[in-house]
């Protein structure tokens, strides 16, 4: 059974705006899958239907096995949710905030209370347990909603957007604990703009365009897809003629750029030793030599014929990364 | 809203209601208007319009003061209704209701975790002011007894008019139109009794003052301060805050349906 199912999922607002126009999509047990998109693309309305923060206008979807409207507490039961922003109460403490989110589940108070000691530890915000939540960076607040969303053990955990604005510390941090939960069995349905965060954390990648999927697969295919990976070699310009006749043994000469000579690899990566053998062996001297993979952003610009909004990493405050 | 559901819910509301107490004493902007402007407000009048209880058809009371807490009280309650209103637009505003409508409990118990905790202020602003009142020479008519239907009767109100705050906070999902319905709470406290009994207002506002639910409510609260407690006038008065109620859940109940099913 999968975990998440949608069937021609929709949701058109009142003004005729269409955000999501049939997503259809698959999640297995135990995956993670990153959903990317630009801003707008429907990313967020998708989530908002998922955890029945909205009711679609079309479609169905199952999650955990329950369907979303007509068994909507018991998707709430099964589903752990951390939304865009980090919706946190900045006059609560962290310790406040996640036994509340205890109660709100069900849990005793003891048992809440012993939760909370337990997963303020694991995000390493025992020290800032007291604190009021105002005081807290952006990733401290990231990884206490990270944390409330866990406090019931989730089977499936939705995360929106979890690491939008973080320096790239804090977004390791994120990350780190993401594939921890994955280890440990949770299901994982994230969605995000950072190209590098879903090749990194995912099992499966869905982008998404303008409310609809345009492509979906592992990180892999969907990049091999989209081409092989090129070779990029700096060299001399008088020597560029017998480099490019070097270099064409091994794949399609690609046309120059910026002084190097550039080959598409026929049999990929595994072909580079092999290069620079040859082109050893044929005398020339190399100035510097890079392996082009093709990224996630490629196969965006190939599938929808525009780059990724916020396709480079931000950078915000740092931090420390809280304590293994 | 059965009494299986309140209790199934109960922990959820109490949990809840401690979140927006605590919520209004950690924020001054949330607490003034409670305590302090109607406080401010009843000094004012106390010093500046005691001489009233002269006038040949006031009703006979032991003091101005005494014949003010009632008003003092409800303005305290009307306010706590607003205040509650503000901090769950800005709730609505930051997503942090998205975190409560996540979670697998009645939606309807949220709102009445907000309500729990105006109630909780709405007991805090009656004993404020009973507190002030015996401090400054007030007197209560109605003994311990009166008291105690005192606080309960400004902590219903509380509740009743959070839940119009409620609504309307659902309905809009921002502070600053909740912010803006401030004013209005002085229209609806100066065309009642709160202030002045309602034999000694002038036309058409007499008439206004006379139908206006706050005038019951208001003078249920005084009968046990300046009188002793009446069947009548607790009766009117439950009868005021059971209108009031009513509309509110019925609001609350459209408001929440409409955010849940539109998003916004």
Known sequence: MPAIEAKSLERTFSDDVVAVAGVDLEVNEGQIYAFLGPNGAGKTTTVRMLTTLLRPTGGSARVAGFDVIDEAADVRRAIGVALQEAALDPLMTGRELIRLQATLHGISRPEGRRRADELLDRVGLTRAADRRVGTYSGGMRRRLDLASALVHEPIVLFLDEPTTGLDPVSRKAIWQEVSKLNDEGTTVFLTTQYLEEADQLADNVGIISAGRIVAEDTPARLKAEVGRPHLEVKIAEDEHALATEVVARFGQPLPSKDGAVLVELARGASEVATVVRALDDAGLCVESLDLVEPTLDDVFVAKTGQHLEGGETETGETEAIPAP | ?264
Do not use: C
């Open chain 2, 1 to 264: 809203m059965t009494p299986a559901f309140l209790r199934a819910n109960l922990n959820v509301i109490g949990a809840l209601g401690a979140r927006s107490v605590k919520q209004t004493f950690r924020r001054p902007q949330l607490l003034a208007p409670i305590l302090v402007f109607p406080t401010l407000l009843l000094a004012i009048q106390t010093g500046g319009a005691g001489s009233a209880v002269n006038l040949p058809e006031f009703p006979a009371v032991n003091g101005f003061l005494d014949s003010m807490l009632a008003g003092a009280m409800i303005q305290s309650t009307l306010l706590a209704g607003n205040s509650g209103a503000i901090a769950f637009a800005v709730d609505i505003e930051m997503g942090f209701t998205d975190r409560l409508f996540a979670a697998p409990i009645s939606r309807f118990a949220i709102v009445l975790g907000r309500l729990a905790g105006t109630f909780v202020l709405g007991i805090v602003a009656a004993v404020w002011f009973l507190a002030i009142g015996l401090i400054f020479g007030a007197s209560i008519e109605g003994g311990v007894g009166g008291a105690l239907l005192v606080i309960g009767l400004v902590a219903l109100s509380a509740a009743a008019f959070g839940g119009l705050g409620a609504a309307i906070a659902l309905r809009a999902g921002r502070a600053s139109v909740v912010q803006g319905l401030f004013p209005l709470v002085f229209v609806i406290l100066f065309l009642s009794s709160a202030f002045f009994p309602a034999n000694l207002i002038l036309e058409p506002a007499r008439s206004v003052a006379d139908y206006n639910p706050l005038s019951f409510i208001v003078e249920g609260v005084r009968d046990n301060i300046v009188f002793s407690p009446s069947l009548e006038g607790l009766a009117e008065a439950l009868g005021a805050i059971a209108l009031i109620g009513a509309i509110s859940i019925s609001l609350t109940v459209l408001a929440l349906r409409h955010r849940l099913r539109t998003g916004g």
